[in-house]
C-alpha cells in the first residue's frame, strides 16, 4: 500500500537563494516514481519569461512574490496566496519581473513520457 512522502523545502531553498535574474528552478517533487496520477512541485523563476506550450492541466500556487500568465495576449497577475488554474492546450509564458515562488500540480503524472520531452528549461537532468 503506497505511503505518504514527505518532501521538505529546506531541502532546496538554496537553489532560490542562488537563484541569478533571467534564471529558473524546477523541483518536481511528485513524478511517476511517487504517483501514478498526477505530478507537482515548485518553480523558483527570477526576472524572466518562459514560453511553454501547455500539454497538461495545471495549479500554481503562489508561495512567495508575483507571478504573471500570459495567455493568448491576456495577463493573469498573482500575487503571494492566489491560485491559477490553467486547461491544457495553450501556449502561455510564465512571468516575473523579480523574484517569485510558486507550487504547481499537474495531471497526468507522466505527460512528458507520452510527449517524448526530455528536457524542460530549469529541471535538473535527473529529475526528467
Not at 505530478?39 to 514560453?51: C, D, Q, R, Y
Not at 504547481?104 to 520531452?117: N, S, T
Amino acid at each position: 500500500m503506497p505511503t505518504p512522502t514527505l518532501f521538505k523545502f529546506s531541502d532546496i531553498e538554496h537553489r532560490y537563494q542562488e537563484l541569478q535574474p533571467g534564471g529558473t528552478f524546477i523541483k518536481p517533487w511528485v513524478n511517476v516514481k511517487v504517483s501514478e496520477s498526477m505530478a507537482g512541485g515548485v518553480n523558483f523563476l527570477n526576472n524572466i519569461s518562459v514560453p511553454w506550450n501547455l500539454e497538461v492541466d495545471e495549479i500554481v500556487f503562489v508561495k512567495e512574490g508575483n507571478f504573471r500568465l500570459i495567455a493568448d495576449g491576456v495577463a493573469y497577475q498573482c500575487s503571494e496566496g492566489d491560485v491559477l488554474y490553467m486547461p491544457k492546450g495553450m501556449d502561455v509564458k510564465y512571468e516575473c519581473d523579480e523574484k517569485c515562488i510558486i507550487f504547481y500540480a499537474v495531471y497526468p503524472v507522466d505527460w512528458k513520457q507520452k510527449l517524448g520531452i526530455t528536457e524542460v528549461p530549469g529541471i535538473d537532468p535527473e529529475d526528467m
